[in-house]
C-alpha cells in the first residue's frame, strides 16, 4: 500500500513542478505588465510635460518715450503703474513688419506677443523709472498658438481652416526665425505666477504655495492628535469596555468612508457653523485632518503593538511608571511604524480633491497665498482645473503640474524616510 502511495506521489510531482512554474510566470507577467504600464505613463506624462518647463520669447525694440506711454517725465509711481505700456508693445511689433497696414492683418500682428508684454515693460519702468525716453530691447511672451506652433504641436502643412495661424502669420514667423528675434528660453513664468486664463502666463506658485499652507497644517494637526490617540486606545484604554470598543469600530469605519464626505462635513460645520474662510488653506487642512487621522490612528496602533511585550515588562521591573514606560521605552521603538502610518495618511492628502472642492478651493486663485486664512487652491485642485480648460497649451501645463505633484510627494517620502532612519531602533 505504501509503495502505491508513494508512486501516486512521485507521478504527481510533474504536475505540481509545472503548476509551480505557472504560476511564477503568472507572476513575472504580472509584474512585466505593471512595469510596462507604469512606463507608459510616466512617458506620457513626461514627454507632454516636459516641454511646459520652456517658453516662445518674441525680441521686440521699444521706445518708451513718455507721450505714448501718456505721463509726464516727473510721473509719479502710480501715474507710471497706468500708463499705457500697450500702445509701445503695439508699436514695437508694428515696427517688425511696417508694410502691414490692413486690419485684420494689423489684429494679427499684435496677437504675435502675450498680453504679458505690457506688464513686464510696467515691471522694467517701476524698477527704473529712467527708462522713460529711452530705447530697450525686451524678450516678451509670445501667444500660446505661437508658443505651440513653435514647439511643433502645430502642422504647418494643414489646411489653413484647421489650425489656428493664419499663412501670412507663418511667413512673419519664419521672418523672425531668420532674424533670430524668436527663441526658446526657461519658463519662469511657471513657476513664478499663479494661475491665468492665458496658457503662457500660467504659473503653479499659488497653487503650490497652497499645498505647502495646507499639508503643513494638516500634519501639523493629524499627527499629535492620531498619535495620542492610538496611544491612549493601544496602552492605557480599558479593555472590554463598551466605549472604547464602540470608538474602534467607528475609527475603523471612517478609514472607509468616501473622502467626498469629509468635504461636505467640513462645509457644514467649519464653513457654515463656524465661519470660518472659505477656499483657505486652515479650511483645507482642517478636512484632510479628519480624512487621514483613522489612517495615522491604525498604522500607529499596529506599530505600538508589534513592540515585544518585554520592553514594557522590563521597564516596569526597574520601577518606571506605566507612562514613562510607554513614552519612554515604547513610544520611540514604535516611531518608524508611527512615521510610516503618516507618510501614508499625508501622500493621501496631498492626491486628494473632492473633499477640498467642497469647501471652495476649486475657485480659481490668481493671487498667491501669503498665509493660512487667504483664498488658495492646491497642486490636485490646479491640475484638474488646467485638464477641463479647452485650450491645447493648459495639456502641457497639466502635465508638468503633474510632475511637480510627483516631486512633492518624493521629496515628503525622503523627508519621512530620512525621520524614520534617525528614530529607528534595533533591539
Known sequence: MSTTITE?????????????????????ISIALSLMFLVLLMFNIF???????????????????????????????????????NSVVQKGVQALFPAVEERKQKKALKSLVSGDAQYELQ????????????????????????????????????PEADRRIKDFQLVWLDKLEAEGRIDSQFNTTFFTRGDSREPEQAGILSALMGSVYTMSLTLLFAFPL???????????????????????VNINNLASVPSIIFGLLGLAVFIQI????????LVGSFVLTLMILPTIIIASRAALKSVPPSIREGALG?????????????????????????????????????????????????????GITDPATILPVQIYLWADSPERAFT?????????LLAFMILMNLLA???????????
Not at 514627454?47 to 520652456?54: E, I, N, Q, T
Not at 521699444?62 to 507721450?67: G, M
Not at 529712467?130 to 511672451?141: A, F, S
Not at 495618511?345 to 486628494?352: I, K, L, P, R, T
Open 226 to 248: 492620531g498619535v495620542m490617540a492610538a496611544i491612549y486606545l493601544e496602552e492605557f484604554a480599558p479593555k472590554n469596555n463598551f466605549w472604547v470598543d464602540f470608538i474602534e
Open 47 to 85: 514627454s507632454k510635460g516636459l516641454p511646459a518647463f520652456s517658453s516662445t520669447y518674441i525680441k521686440l525694440d521699444v521706445t518708451l518715450d513718455a507721450q505714448t506711454l501718456g505721463v509726464t517725465a516727473d510721473a509719479t509711481p502710480e501715474q507710471l503703474r497706468t500708463a499705457s505700456y
Open 8 to 28: 501516486k506521489v512521485r507521478a504527481s510531482l510533474g504536475k505540481r513542478y509545472a503548476r509551480e512554474k505557472r504560476f511564477r510566470a503568472y507572476g513575472f
Open 417 to 427: 524616510i530620512v525621520l524614520r532612519k534617525q528614530f529607528e531602533r534595533r533591539w
Open 318 to 370: 526597574i520601577g518606571a511608571s506605566k507612562t514613562q514606560s510607554v513614552f519612554h521605552h515604547v513610544v520611540p521603538l514604535a516611531m518608524p511604524g508611527i512615521l510610516t502610518g503618516t507618510i501614508i495618511g499625508m501622500a493621501h492628502a496631498v492626491g486628494e480633491s473632492a473633499p477640498l472642492l467642497m469647501v471652495g478651493m476649486v475657485a480659481f486663485i490668481v493671487d498667491v497665498p501669503h
Open 123 to 158: 515691471r522694467m519702468v517701476l524698477a527704473d523709472p529712467k527708462l522713460i525716453g529711452t530705447n530697450q530691447t525686451v524678450w516678451v511672451l509670445a501667444d500660446d498658438d505661437i508658443d505651440m506652433f513653435h514647439k511643433g504641436y502645430v502642422d504647418r502643412t494643414a
Open 396 to 404: 502641457e501645463r497639466t502635465s508638468a503640474a503633474i510632475i511637480i
Open 274 to 281: 463656524f465661519g470660518m474662510p472659505r477656499s483657505s488653506p
